[in-house]
């Protein structure tokens, strides 16, 4: 049966990985391309992961504030299906990446209060998906992958966005269901919640949150 609410485990660097996610159920993998992050892997490594993903699981590659040169690089080198674009970028880079490289744009934005709920709706209005992430602690290294949530009921009065929208940020198959439940999301991303430690993937977690992710039941938004 299909899943209901749609998974991404990100910051994946094995060929081992990569098939128990797919076996678990999984709607993308997920590949960083950021050298502080400890998920950080090679062209040549993503290539090589991106060729054995089985058909239909989406290919998304993380990239943070990258410049052209490096998406020209990225692009011509790993076959993938959507970028994801988790620094600071600009309503109008998201544009701009869009039309050079005529693939789906994800742009994930960091969320800690009401106040930065508004920026969603402007990137709403160019991104084709959105990835609401809990905002990193002032300082961090990472803009994401830090294991930590946000308040999900900012979330759950809300005015739904335009375009597909994707939960991040602390979740674990602990608590993903109360997270859907909450929010309504109809799509997860987990990287932190189904390691080891910091860039090591437990692949016997990733049935455990595919399965949590969709016990709860979604109301319908008509």
């Not at 060929?15 to 950021?34: C, E, M």
Request: charged content about 20%; some cysteine; glycine content about 8%.
């Amino acid at each position: 049966m299909k899943n209901s609410v749609s998974v991404k485990i990100c910051g994946l660097s094995s060929a081992a990985d990569v098939a128990a996610a797919a076996k678990s159920g999984v709607a993308y993998v997920g590949f960083v391309f950021f050298a502080k992050s400890p998920r950080n892997v090679s062209f040549e490594q993503a290539r090589a992961l991106a060729v054995d993903t089985p058909t239909g699981v989406a290919k998304v590659a993380l990239t943070v504030n990258a410049d052209d040169a490096f998406l020209d690089a990225l692009t011509a080198q790993v076959p993938l299906d959507m970028l994801q674009l988790h620094g600071g970028e600009t309503p109008e880079r998201v544009s701009q990446v869009k039309t050079r490289y005529g693939l789906p744009v994800m742009k994930a934005l960091g969320v800690s209060d009401a106040s930065d709920l508004p920026a969603i709706d402007q990137y709403s209005a160019v991104a084709d998906q959105l990835l609401i992430d809990a905002k990193p602690p002032k300082g961090a290294d990472l803009p994401g992958g830090n294991g930590l949530a946000f308040d999900w009921q900012l979330l759950a009065d809300r005015k739904y966005w335009t375009r597909p929208w994707m939960l991040a940020g602390g979740l674990t198959a602990e608590n993903v269901a109360d997270a859907v439940r909450l929010t309504r999301a109809r799509q997860v991303d987990v990287s932190s919640g189904v390691e080891s430690q910091p860039g090591t993937k437990d692949a016997r977690l990733f049935d455990a949150f595919v399965t949590a992710a969709n016990k709860q039941s979604i109301p319908s938004l008509l």
